[in-house]
């Protein structure tokens, strides 16, 4: 049989084996418990992390139409503003043929009370004449042309002036 010192050493070895037996089980039982929150954590961050890129997709998407919207504008903008060229050019490419076949003459009024032009121009028109009102002299049809030229290119400018500001309104809304 056993010395009681033997059987305390026993005892001890066994009390001593079961403490290690319970801490293992602790380890355990603590093991599961931090993966089971480690896990949670996991899929808390996972479905942060969808949801943070269906915003930031939602955002793109946004921005992308606004953009598409903004172009089509734009490109509305830049037809209108291209067909008010053209019909300018249009109308100014048959005024200056009519003043070339002199179809139409162009005449300014004149001041019949200025004597300081030396012009003699007579204050009320000719017997016989079709023309009523305030005197008129006709233009050289060479100074027409250019006349028709300058405002031909006020037109356009003004036109130009026009598509830059509608540009710069679609942009700043």
Known sequence: ??????KLAG?????GLLIAAGAG???QVQDWRFGRQLAEQARLHDEALNQLNLAAAARQRDEQD???ALEQQLQASDQTHHRALTDAQRDQSRLRDRLAT???RLSVLVDAADTASGCTVPAT???GGLVHGAPRARLD???????V????DGDQGLIALQACQAYVRALTQ
Do not use: N
Not at 1 to 6: A, G, I, N, R, V
Not at 141 to 147: D, G, K
Not at 149 to 152: A, E, H, L, R
């Open 1 to 6: 049989m056993f010395t009681p010192l033997q």
């Open 11 to 15: 005892a001890l070895v066994l009390a």
């Open 25 to 27: 089980a602790a380890w």
């Open 66 to 68: 606004k953009r598409v």
């Open 102 to 104: 002199a179809d139409l």
């Open 125 to 127: 028109a000719a017997t």
């Open 141 to 147: 049809p060479a100074h027409a042309q250019r006349i």
């Open 149 to 152: 030229g300058i405002t031909d």
